[in-house]
């Protein structure tokens, strides 16, 4: 099959694949400034291809279009100069930008009863952007109330951003285990939105893919 037709017609699949890399490249990436910028331009790649994801789904594309620009731009500049308030503002976008995407799938997934392939891999890249999405929020939830968020390494410290993701993902699959932890009430209040919406995702979203998924075998067999 053509490449580009397959991208075209399993786009889910690429974002899916594209933020499973980053957790794989994030670790070598993350001990010098190049691979902070290198880091940066991934980052930049995901907001573009959630945009183009969002772009199949019944969403209007020009409000994530509204979100993604900004956000692109601070995230270079950001990337470029290292400010700090420029990089808070650019992950406030991101998150709004992460948390639209995955809305706007949840809607693709739920807009008929036929499952399709690309559905199975839309449901894993919403994960991931759920995951995403709560990181950002983190992210921002500690720059604007320093001391949101302690860890068995350096308590002190601000949590950087692979641990607020390890948080982020330890918290919405529903696992609890790790070594960061909210304490100052913004932080704890999003921990828990982030928990009940692990739990909706999967009662409501991947439950009912896997009953249609069942169905359709069961009437595939009845057929045959």
């Known amino acids: 099959m053509n490449t580009t037709l397959l991208l075209r017609r ?16 994030y670790p070598l990436t993350d001990a010098n400034e190049s691979g902070r910028i290198l880091f940066g ?20 594309t ?3 279009a509204t979100l993604a620009v900004p956000a692109v731009v601070l995230t270079v500049i950001a990337t470029a100069s290292g400010n700090a308030a ?4 650019s992950a406030l976008l991101e998150s ?6 995955a809305a706007s799938l949840i809607a693709y997934m739920m807009h008929d009863h036929r499952v399709t392939t690309d559905e199975y891999f839309a449901a894993g890249a919403t994960f991931t952007l759920l995951a995403w999405g709560f ?4 992210f921002v939830c500690q720059s604007w109330h320093p001391g949101s968020f302690t860890g068995l390494r350096a308590p002190d410290e601000p949590r950087r ?3 607020l993701l390890f948080l982020s993902f330890t918290t919405l699959s529903g696992v609890g285990i790790g070594d960061v932890v909210p304490l100052g009430m913004p932080a704890r209040a999003l921990v828990m939105l982030e928990q009940f919406a692990g739990v909706g995702y999967i009662a409501v979203v ?12 069961t009437r595939n067999s009845n057929a045959e």
């Open 161 to 163: 951003w692979m641990e």
């Open 41 to 60: 331009a991934i980052g930049v790649v995901a907001v573009a291809l959630a945009v183009w994801v969002v772009e199949r789904s019944p969403a209007r």
């Open 206 to 217: 991947v439950s009912r893919l896997i009953g249609l998924g069942m169905l359709r075998l």
């Open 96 to 101: 709004a930008l992460y948390f639209y995407a």
């Open 135 to 138: 990181a950002y929020a983190y």
């Open 10 to 25: 399993h786009p889910s699949a690429l974002l899916l694949a594209l933020q499973l890399a980053s957790l794989l490249l």
């Open 62 to 64: 020009w409000i994530a």
């Open 86 to 89: 420029v990089l808070t503002a």
